[in-house]
């Protein structure tokens, strides 16, 4: 087995004090919202590139990055995708979901109609990678797959979320739909299913509050 090689660390140095970047970027981040309400403003597939980019450097167990990131623009595929992620969703309200799980969708106001997925000029189909695909991988083991693939997916909303772009994080459950639709092979599965573009003008979100600090954050037991 050959030495691992290193290089020089180099550091990502910000323009202000640790606690005004943070601070900055906490504020900017809080203006994140999942967006139901999507214009069909085109967005270059330059942004979207982008935004993957920033995803792919997210840190993966063993480096594995066991993620790919479908973005599709295409119109008719994005009707094929809509009609049957709102096959799944009729199935949800009306047969699998049970009274806790409606009620608790009651506050975000959706039901089974999902025209941002036509709408939206890009959607980014994100799937988990069961096996290490990549040329010259050490093996095909892949490790932490759910963690890697979410704090990848967590660096997209933000990425797009800092170029002024809208998103939703939607989970049409089961997502086997996407795989066939998309021709995906079988040792890559359904994710997440993130429309991407700009908000309609007349866009509203739930009126929702987060936590606050002190009960996200404990410090020494
Ligand atoms: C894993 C995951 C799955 C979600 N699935 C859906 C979904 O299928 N449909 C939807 O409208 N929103 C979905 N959401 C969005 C949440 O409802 C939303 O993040 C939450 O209500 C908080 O709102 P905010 O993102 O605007 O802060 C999902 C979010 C996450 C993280």
């Not at 759910?146 to 939703?168: D, K, M, P, Y």
């Amino acid at each position: 087995m050959s030495e691992p090689a290193f290089v020089p660390y180099r550091p990502y140095v910000p323009d202000a004090s640790a606690e005004e970047a943070s601070r900055r970027f906490y504020e900017v981040m809080a203006k994140r919202r999942s967006v139901r309400m999507i214009c069909d403003r085109p967005v270059e597939r330059e942004v979207i590139e982008n935004i993957i980019r920033a995803a792919g450097t997210a840190p993966s167990g063993a480096h594995k990055q066991p993620w790919r990131f479908v973005a599709v623009q295409d119109p008719a595929l994005k009707r094929q995708i809509r009609e049957a992620a709102e096959a799944e969703e009729r199935e949800l309200y009306y047969r699998r979901a049970d009274e806790a799980w409606l009620r608790d969708l009651r506050v975000l106001g959706t039901d089974e109609h999902k025209p941002f997925l036509e709408t939206a000029p890009w959607l980014i189909a994100v799937f988990k990678l069961t096996m290490d695909d990549h040329p010259g991988a050490g093996s095909t083991q892949v490790y932490y797959i759910n963690e890697s693939v979410g704090i990848a997916v967590g660096l997209l909303l933000a990425a797009a979320h800092h170029a002024g772009l809208v998103t939703l994080t939607h989970t049409p459950s089961p997502m086997k739909f996407l795989a066939r639709l998309l021709g995906r092979p079988e040792y890559e599965r359904p994710y997440l299913l993130i429309p991407v573009g700009y908000p309609a003008d007349d866009c509203r979100v739930p009126d929702l509050e987060r936590k606050p600090l002190d009960e996200i954050m404990v410090v020494d037991r």
